[in-house]
């Protein structure tokens, strides 16, 4: 039976992960692929700190060179995370023709381009199933069973950190602070969680999403930003009120020819798939001319990712094995155009914190007018008079621009101490 | 540039649906692809009738030897349903060297084996993503990306009749009948409707997916099988009361080395991913030894099979250009046992329909207790002394032997009409 030998790079959790997977389901595969796979080398730099998984000694390294240079090891799987040096080593590995396995959603998101035509010039594969979603097998889905479809919207749950904070806030009423600290407590966030809460993890991932359902490379800094750290209990009740839940959402979308593409908290109809995604888990909504879909589940979790990792494994020794190398290769063929934020239509929910003094609903009232934004609803909760009071006000569907305009003028109240606007996710653009 | 050409054996909703779908995106697919694909022969025996789809005249014909025995076509779409005669047209498709794309679950679940080994023979290939799901992604991803994964239960909602009329029941109370004749109405129901119904679609489907998750070929006539005919909305409200929706499940699990293979309406856990799945869509729930991953989207319809189809051309055109034919085969490799029903544990939701005459309670419950049944909840509704009535009995964890002896004893007794049982689905067994 001939051997495909597997070097890695990098063992943290999904590198553990993935060679546990590997090393369970080890029979398993050989005999559904008829070709032997084996763990030849692993590299790392915190061998000395201890690793919670036995590994036998000769196959230890901190050298990325005797995996990147051996030319018996057919399958490099980058752990690594992070650009540098992931995409130096990356590159020699599919310079010297070997096929990348990377759940790198950075590296993907900055480096696509770079990666795919290195790995097409040599006649080899990069795959990256475990960079989006996970444990979910999105990126496969996308790039084939879905290649075909006439790709209308991909919305996707894609950080458990904000999922499971505002899942807490939800259930439990718990503030924004207490649910991060919780999160942190239960290694659900960093203690430095400003990647996840911010949402500049979303942001890669759904620019991988977008390049893959749009067919064309979407650039990272493209994408709006915005985190969940303003997120208040009371909007979460607010929203319940009218048929919504608060998600953090990465959301790509086709107006036209162009595209739309934002990360941030949006009010979710209750109805929509992704509302009844709680805790840590993942979805994605894929929208198309023809079908509805929803995948859901693991975000993260090195037993889960490092499944995904393996079915990367296992595509890639077919590939090798039928010398069909490159036969699902970089699926961008047309430059995509990402809206400016200001043209986005969408309803708001404005939350006004401002003092309840007479006549202050009819001055906020008349600062959207001015702005030509028209209100369906209005909530002012019973307060102290003469105390700040958060009062909500859910608009019509409106131009971005006017928002802001909106926002703008009413922050300029001096009865109005802040303002924040959460975007209501109807499905239209 | 290479032109692959494609013949379709049966024009009805699928085969209309697949057509549209390659022709809508066929520009799209060539430019992905590199390859030409045409479709040069449509075989259709009611031509006559008039199909909603303009096809030029000289790609029609009626006689399915102009697909199978024309040299030039490479990929031959099966569309008709049914055995007779599709397992002849597409075992003489196969023996030519073709690949065959077919959504034809009975075909696939009956005469799967025989398929691929000719398949294997010829070195070519069987798709049927649109078999089981219809839109939804799933025979690919169990296939390919869970091939390595140690999957441990398969659940589906793979029947849009039967969850469409257990919706309606849950969210508008209406009874099983009137469901029904409102499921015909909207051509979500055949007007002889046993084939949904009395759960034999959902055989064929859970058949396919066990033995794509078990990688051992399971017999559809192993499948215990009970439709939804006698639930009542009664049951559905008494369930949701203890924290339950009703719904009509495909199970197939791992018990040690063996499975346990049923389609039966079910109590499923509120909290459950497939619970929140209504209307005609379907869903598949996969739980592996690292994963929990649920697949949500159109169970039926041209457009969404269509899809589903023209996802499978790519890939057999991706195999054809490859010369990579046969490159993810047939996964069976072991043999599996399937328990009998007998031997399955379950809670119970036990129905009983009496004479409201004092004693009764004591009367059923003491039958319980003779066959070993300890109960955990009983629920007496208010009714008219003399007159008959419902009565609910929620059981303990117990063999099914132990359930069936309980209800013959019950049945026995002179107070009685009816016994109905229906099993609580909590993941265990």
Redesign the interface.
């Known amino acids: 039976m001939r051997q495909i030998k597997v070097g890695v790079i990098g063992f943290g959790t999904v590198g553990m ?1 993935t060679v546990k ?2 090393w ?2 080890k029979e ?2 050989e ?2 692929l008829g070709v032997g796979v084996k763990v030849v080398k692993i590299v790392d730099k915190e061998w000395m700190i201890g690793r919670p998984m036995v590994v036998p000694p000769d196959i230890k390294s901190s050298d990325p060179s005797e995996v990147i240079d051996d030319p018996e090891i057919e399958i490099v799987v980058e752990a690594m995370g992070g650009i540098d040096p992931a995409f130096d080593y990356v590159s020699q590995a599919l310079a010297r023709g070997k096929t990348v396995i990377t759940p790198n959603k950075e590296l993907i998101a900055k480096k696509g381009r770079e990666l795919f035509q290195l790995s097409a010039e040599n006649e080899t594969d990069v795959y990256f ?1 475990g960079a989006v979603g996970g ?3 999105i990126i ?2 996308l790039k ?7 790709i209308l919207e991909v919305i996707g749950i894609v950080n458990g950190t904000t999922n499971y904070i505002l899942s807490e806030m939800s259930l439990r009423k718990t503030s924004f602070e207490k649910a991060l600290e919780d999160a942190k407590r239960k290694g659900f966030a960093e203690p430095i969680p400003t990647n996840d809460v911010e949402g500049y993890d979303s942001t890669y991932k759904i620019a991988i999403l977008a390049t893959l359902c749009f ?1 064309g490379r979407v650039d990272v800094e493209k994408v709006y930003r915005e985190g969940i750290t303003r997120i208040l209990t009371d909007d979460i009740e607010y929203a319940r009120e009218l048929g919504y839940t608060i998600k953090l959402l990465a959301i790509a979308r086709r107006i036209g020819e162009d595209i739309e593409l934002r990360v941030q908290p949006v009010l979710l109809p209750l109805s929509h ?1 992704l509302s ?1 995604v709680f805790g840590v888990e993942n979805a994605i909504y894929v929208r ?11 975000g993260a979790g090195g ?2 990712t ?3 990792m ?2 990367d ?3 890639a020794i ?2 090798i ?4 190398r ?3 290769g970089c ?1 961008c ?1 047309r430059d995509l155009t990402v809206l400016p934020m200001e043209s986005l239509i969408s309803q708001n929910c404005v939350r006004v914190l401002a003092l309840d003094v007479p006549g202050v609903l009819g001055k906020i009232a008349s600062e959207f007018g001015n702005s030509g934004v028209s209100l369906s609803a209005v909530k002012q909760p019973v307060s102290t008079p003469g105390k700040l009071t958060n009062i909500y006000f859910l608009t019509h569907r409106i131009q971005e621009r006017n928002i802001q305009k909106a926002i703008q003028s009413i922050q300029n109240l001096d009865v109005v101490k802040d303002v924040y606007a959460i975007r209501v996710e109807d499905g239209e653009s």
Chains 1, 2 share one sequence.
């Open positions: 992960g997977a590997l369970n389901q398993e595969i005999k559904e199933e444990g979910i097998p496969h889905t084939e069973q879905l290649l075909g479809d006439d067919h798939p009844t198309s001319r023809t079908r509805d879909l929803t995948f859901r589940g693991p037993d889960a490092g499944s995904a393996v079915g494994i296992i595509d077919r590939n094995k039928y010398e069909a490159g036969r699902v699926t063929m």
